[in-house]
C-alpha cells in the first residue's frame, strides 16, 4: 500500500545519510519533498502540516545540527514523529471483566464489516474463547446468510433474526443468548449504507444505548484515502466510537487513512485487515508501521508469522537435520511449502530489512507460481536423487528439466539456491530457525 510513499521518502532520506553535515537549507528542501509525498499519498493536509512542523523543530535543533551523525538522526526523528502520529501501541480489543465483551461494528457498506466480524471471531476462538456472531444487518441483501456461511466455517455460530424483528431487537437478543448459552464475546454485525445517512446513524445510537458494548469499532476500507477521515469524523462525532479497524491493507492505494485517521479523531486503530482470508487479521502497531513505511522492514510482525505457523516441532526436527548434515531436497520442499502458509511471498519479502531493493531486482512482484516451478522442478526427481543431490549429473538434469516441463538452466539455479540455502540456514539454525526459509526465499528470489 505505501510503495510511493515509501520509494519517495527513502530517497529524501538518502540524501539527508550521506552528508556529514546538514544545513537549514537541506532540512528545508528534504521536507518539502516529504510533505509533497505525504500530500500524494492521501495524508490530511493538518495533519501533514503538522507533522512536518514537529520534524523540522526538531531536525533545525541542536539534536541534528551538533550531531556527528546529522542524517541518521533526522531519520531517527521522522521515524519517531511518524509513530506519534499513529498514536501509541493499541492494547487491541478491550475484553469486560464481566462476560460477554459485546463488539459492535459499524461502518458504511462495503468497507467489509461482515468477513472483519469473521476475522475477530476466528481471533477469538484461537484463543480459547467462545465468540457468537449476532447478524443485525437486516437491509443488505444475503447478508444475514454471509454471516451464517462465515460462521459455519469457523464453527462458530450465529444469532439470526426473527421476521419482523428490526436490527435493534436482533442486537438485544443476541446479547440475551450470548449470556445465556455461555459466550463470551459477542459480535455485532450491523448495517451498513452506501453513504453517510440520518436514518443509519440513528439506528446505530439506538443499538449502543440498548446494549451498551464494550468496544465501538468503525470498519473503514483503507483504500478511501480522504474519505476515510470525514467518514471516521462523523461516526466518531455521533457515536463516540473506541477505535477503528482499517481493512484492505494489501490494496495498492496510498494508504494515506493509517496516517490520518487517529491524529484527526484521537481514537486509536486497533486492528489491521491485511487481506480476504481469515486469517489475515493483525494488531497495529505504531512503530512497526512506520518502519514499514521508512522501507526498513518489520521483522517483530514476520517472526511473530512464523511462530503461529511452524510448530516448535517441526523446528527441531529441522536442527536435527543440519546437525546430522541430512537436510535433503526433499526437506527443501517441506520448506517451501511451510513458507506459502505464512502469505503472499512479496508481502513477506517486503518485511525483511532491505527488501525493497529485493523485490525491484524481480521486476516489484515475486510471481506465487514461482514456488510451483521449484515444487515440479523436485517433484520430477527421483527418490534417490532428493536424497542425495550429489548424483544429478548432466543426464539427469536434463531428464528432470524434461518431467517438470522447465529447463536445465532453471534446475541448475534451483541446485544452486538449495545448496546456498542449506549452508545459510545451518548457520541460523542456533536458534533463528523459524526465520531460516524466509532468508532462504530472499536468497531464491533475488
Known amino acids: 500500500m505505501f510503495e510511493n510513499l515509501t520509494s519517495k521518502i527513502d530517497a529524501v532520506l538518502k540524501k539527508f545519510k550521506g552528508r556529514g553535515i546538514l544545513t537549514e537549507k537541506d532540512i528545508q528542501e528534504g521536507l518539502r519533498e516529504v510533505r509533497l509525498a505525504l500530500l500524494e499519498a492521501d495524508v490530511n493536509f493538518k495533519v501533514v502540516k503538522s507533522f512536518i512542523e514537529k520534524v523540522k523543530d526538531r531536525a533545525l535543533g541542536q539534536e541534528v ?39 459492535m461494528l459499524v461502518g458504511l457498506q462495503g468497507s467489509g464489516k461482515t468477513t472483519t466480524a469473521g476475522k475477530i471471531a476466528k481471533m477469538f476462538k484461537q484463543d480459547n474463547r467462545k465468540p457468537l456472531l449476532v447478524a443485525a444487518d437486516i437491509r ?61 446513524m440513528e439506528e446505530l445510537i439506538r443499538i449502543k444505548k440498548k446494549v451498551n458494548p464494550g468496544e465501538v469499532l468503525l470498519v473503514v476500507d ?17 457515536l463516540d466510537i473506541t477505535g477503528f479497524i482499517l481493512t484492505k491493507m494489501d490494496g495498492d492505494a496510498r494508504g494515506g487513512a493509517v496516517l490520518s485517521i487517529r491524529e484527526v479523531t484521537g481514537k486509536p486503530i486497533k486492528l489491521l485487515g491485511m487481506g480476504e482470508k481469515l486469517d489475515q487479521l493483525e494488531q497495529f502497531f505504531p512503530d512497526r508501521m512506520a518502519s514499514r513505511i521508512l522501507g526498513m522492514g518489520d521483522v517483530l510482525s514476520l517472526i511473530e508469522k512464523a511462530q503461529n505457523a511452524i510448530s516448535v516441532e517441526d523446528v527441531k526436527n529441522l536442527k536435527d537435520k543440519f546437525k546430522g548434515d541430512k537436510f535433503t531436497l526433499e526437506d527443501f520442499k517441506s520448506q517451501l511449502k511451510q513458507l506459502k502458509r505464512l502469505g503472499s511471498l512479496t508481502d513477506l519479502i517486503q518485511m525483511i530489512p ?89 536468497r531464491l528470489f533475488s
Open 354 to 442: 532491505g527488501g525493497r531493493k529485493i523485490l525491484q531486482n524481480v521486476g516489484g512482484e515475486i510471481q506465487e507460481n514461482s514456488l510451483k516451478h521449484v515444487e515440479a522442478i523436485i517433484n520430477s526427481m527421483t527418490v534417490k536423487e532428493r536424497k542425495d543431490h550429489t548424483i544429478i549429473n548432466g543426464d539427469r538434469r536434463k531428464r528432470i528439466a524434461n518431467g517438470s516441463g522447465t529447463s536445465v538452466e532453471e534446475v541448475n539455479r534451483l541446485l544452486k539456491h538449495f545448496l546456498e540455502a542449506k549452508k545459510m540456514m545451518k548457520s541460523l539454525s542456533g536458534g533463528k530457525g523459524k526465520l531460516s526459509m524466509i532468508n532462504q526465499a530472499r
Open 222 to 238: 483503507a483504500m478511501t484515502g480522504q474519505d476515510a477521515v470525514n467518514i471516521a469524523t462523523h461516526f466518531n462525532n455521533t
Open 140 to 200: 443488505r441483501p444475503a447478508a444475514v446468510k454471509q454471516l451464517s456461511v462465515l460462521g459455519e466455517g469457523l464453527r462458530v455460530p450465529v444469532f439470526t433474526p426473527d421476521a419482523g424483528k428490526d436490527a435493534v431487537e436482533v442486537c438485544i437478543g443476541g446479547v440475551e443468548y450470548g449470556k445465556m448459552y455461555g459466550n463470551d464475546v459477542v459480535i455485532l454485525d450491523t448495517a451498513g449504507r452506501l453513504h453517510i445517512d440520518d436514518e443509519l
Open 65 to 103: 545540527m551538533q550531531s556527528l551523525s546529522p542524517g541518521q538522526q533526522v531519520v531517527k526523528i521522522v521515524f519517531e514523529e511518524l509513530c506519534s502520529v499513529m498514536g501509541e501501541r493499541s492494547k487491541g480489543i478491550h475484553l469486560s471483566p464481566a462476560p460477554p465483551t459485546v463488539i
